[in-house]
């Protein structure tokens, strides 16, 4: 059973150019393979194209709304367990309900902290990569299983 982490694949999604590139340096010292996209359609098409571990999400963006994107994305069966950070300047508490509802992993305020940054996507790409070797250990054991009954 190969145990080796793939390179994860995430999404920035964010209308401001100066955020997205703030956010690539910022993640410039994780080996990941790193995509944007500048609307919530682009990010719709990006997330069912290109299947990302993880989408760093701004809520204000226009087209369709961060909340939308992600509620979306959590209905859609081929998408639902991508990981979703929300980030944004709304910081009142409501603001954090509706992306709770949505759906959304967990949330960084605007003007986000390099290192709270960094420290919640490694800890959300450490939980991906638990749940899938998991689904693979539980595909194997399922394996195992079927092929006993047969012998028996």
């Given at each position: ?13 964010d ?23 500048a ?5 719709l ?5 290109q ?43 409501a ?58």
């Amino acid at each position: 059973m190969d145990t080796t982490p793939d390179r994860p694949v995430i999404l920035i999604a964010d209308d401001h150019p100066q955020n997205v590139e703030l956010l690539e340096a910022y993640l410039s010292g994780i080996d990941c393979e790193i995509l944007t996209a500048a609307d919530g359609e682009e990010t719709l098409q990006v997330v069912r194209e290109q299947k990302p571990d993880l989408v760093l999400l701004d809520v204000m963006m226009p087209r369709v709304s961060g909340f939308e994107v992600c509620r979306t994305i959590r209905a859609d069966p081929e998408t639902s367990n991508t990981l979703v950070l929300i980030v944004t300047a709304l910081n009142e508490a409501a603001d954090f309900e509706r992306g709770v509802q949505a759906g959304t992993d967990d949330f960084l305020t605007k003007p986000v902290n390099k290192v709270e940054l960094l420290c919640r996507v490694k800890s959300l790409l450490r939980v991906r990569h638990l749940k899938n070797q998991l689904d693979r250990t539980l595909a194997y054991l399922s394996e195992v299983e079927e092929a006993s009954r047969g012998r028996g």
